[in-house]
């Protein structure tokens, strides 16, 4: 019996399937281990504590922060209705493989369209198996909606679905903004390719108009104590910003430092190496043996490149006119980089089926299509591994935090401020859901006001925490509203200057107050016990509305 071209393409989408649901398979059982977690998902879901009448985080700056900044309507509509059924960080772990699966049903259907069935066997083992997509859906803050929408636009954008494309647009206004300033310009550069007749240009416009609108409280009526993002002198003033900083983008990296990781990302190994000799010469030269495999494909095609989709040149256009004006205008648009996080990778993932499929097809146009997907697919397999990545190789483990300090502040009131050292604060707001007066998120200096009380806040708690007064913790407790402080006894032993370290400029002003007295002078080295409302295995809780009228 001969095999039909038809039939192995389907074989082919069949084993692609069986690949996504493996990749699936990997990451479930993880799910109610919330220890696991993205690294930024301890602070991006604070604000769905928030709903259904918890009452948690009450007046808490950081959470109304967080969500201003990673909040918007469609993620917040997502978690309401999400944390009806479980707890947000749960959540975050559940709503990155909804998000995977619509990367692979929306990326498919566009292989499918494009040559059949072998079409979307390629294109959803491209997308699964490029961690560059996977890592930024993990956690699902509302970067987890920019790859989904993408893959969206560029289906709907090629099949000329000019009603879809504009439902994709203003969902992104609703989802995620930022994706928007990449799609809004593509789709402009589209019609301007097809001579699209002025009425396509009226929809746009008027699509356009009601995106603007639904950003516009946000960029014209912030929040006074966020603020707006800084401007580069603004930046320049920030501490928080500078080398060494938590987040150092000031001042801003060269446009090669900014675009190589965004380059090499889609080559990133991940995974299990499907041939370690092979990957280990391919990772030589990703991007160099990458780029002969694209342009011997281009050179086979000839002709036939022509009927690559236009949307990839307009989308990469537009990343790239997009980081020009990001960068010109510094801050006021968040990093420069953005645009192409997005747009480069879902180019290349689509687009080398695609050429592949053009340049097979001038050798033979019953298996083309095979010839296409078994050649893209094997040769980034090859580079990078075979894509999955088990939850603890792809996120951080935070169970060592799980100590029964953790349960003990948990049953404080729920109007508790606590302070702790910035990566107890995110573990206590995360997992105890407890106000922290900073944390290790909160050094997000992208908005002016935020991030000068942000960097007041720091200030005056280390002052305090490693002061020789109880001074500084009153005005902490009468003008910041602090209760209790969190600490472990090692923070004042042999140890202090290596558990004081974090970012600049808070480990050089903690070494210097760490060595500026003796341990035993400083007050938290021996509270008064009534002062002390927690001990064990060397972590304290002190209660600052105990402190003693007559104590120093």
């Not at 699966?101 to 294109?123: I, L």
């Not at 893959?151 to 989802?175: G, N």
């Not at 990703?286 to 011997?296: C, E, L, N, R, T």
Request: hydrophobic share 50%; aromatic share 14%; net charge positive.
């Amino acid at each position: 019996m001969r095999l039909s071209p038809k039939s192995v393409e389907w074989a082919l989408a069949g084993l692609a399937l069986g690949y996504f649901g493996y990749f699936v398979a990997v990451q479930i059982p993880d799910i109610p281990n919330t220890w696991i977690l993205e690294w930024d998902t301890r602070a991006t879901s604070l604000p769905a504590w928030r709903y259904h009448d918890t009452g948690l985080f009450p007046n808490d700056l950081i959470v109304d922060y967080m969500g201003a900044f990673y909040g918007t309507p469609g993620w917040a509509l997502l978690f309401w209705v999400g944390t009806l059924f479980t707890d947000p960080l749960t959540l975050t772990k559940i709503l990155p493989l909804f998000a995977l699966a619509v990367v692979v049903w929306q990326g498919g259907a566009f292989g499918y369209r494009r040559f059949g069935p072998a079409g979307f066997a390629v294109s959803v083992v491209m997308l699964v198996s490029t961690y560059w997509i996977w890592f930024r859906l993990l956690g699902f803050n509302s970067r987890g909606f920019g790859f989904p929408l993408l893959c969206a636009f560029v289906r709907y954008a090629d099949a000329k679905a000019e009603k879809r494309v504009l439902a994709t647009l203003f969902i992104a206004a609703l989802s995620y903004p930022s994706v928007l300033l990449l799609m809004g310009p593509a789709y402009g550069l589209l019609l301007l390719a097809q001579r699209a007749p002025r009425v396509a240009w009226v929809r746009l416009v008027a699509v356009g108009v009601l995106c603007f609108g639904v950003m516009a409280r946000q960029m014209f009526f912030p929040d006074p104590r966020v603020g707006r993002p800084p401007t580069y002198e603004q930046a320049a003033t920030l501490r928080q910003m500078g080398p060494g900083s938590n987040q150092p983008f000031y001042p801003l990296a060269s446009a090669r430092e900014f675009l190589m990781p965004v380059v090499d990302g889609f080559f990133q190994t991940a995974g299990k190496p499907v041939w370690k000799k092979a990957q280990k010469r391919l990772q030589k030269h990703p991007i160099v043996y990458a780029s002969v495999f694209g342009a011997a494909l281009l050179l086979l095609a000839r002709r036939r490149a022509r009927n690559l989709p236009l949307v990839f040149a307009a989308t990469l256009v537009s990343a790239i006119v997009m980081y020009v004006v990001i960068r010109a205008v510094a801050y006021r648009l968040y990093l420069p980089d953005r645009p192409l996080t997005f747009a480069y990778p879902v180019a290349l993932a689509l687009g080398f089926p695609v050429l592949a499929y053009e340049a097979f097809s001038r050798l033979t146009q019953k298996w083309a299509g095979s010839l296409a997907a078994v050649t893209v697919a094997g040769f980034f397999l090859l580079m990078r591994g075979n894509g999955v990545v088990p939850p603890e190789k792809s996120m951080p483990d935070y169970s060592a935090w799980n100590t029964p300090v953790l349960g003990f502040v948990r049953s404080l009131p729920k109007d508790s401020l606590i302070v702790a050292l910035p990566e107890q604060s995110s573990v206590i707001a995360a997992y105890a859901q407890r106000s922290t007066l900073f944390s290790m998120h909160s050094n997000t200096p992208f908005f002016y006001q935020f991030a000068l009380e942000m960097e007041a806040r720091f200030e005056e708690f280390y002052r305090a925490f490693y002061g020789t007064s109880w001074e500084p913790f009153r005005k902490l407790r009468d003008e910041r509203g602090v209760t209790h402080v969190v600490y472990n006894e090692a923070d004042f032993g042999p140890q202090a200057i290596p558990r004081s370290r974090y970012a600049q400029p808070w480990s050089s002003l903690n070494a210097r107050l760490i060595l500026a007295s003796r341990p035993d002078e400083k007050v938290l080295k021996n509270p008064p016990p009534e002062v002390v409302v927690y001990r064990a295995n060397g972590e304290i809780v002190v209660d600052l509305r105990r402190i003693p009228a007559d104590a120093k």
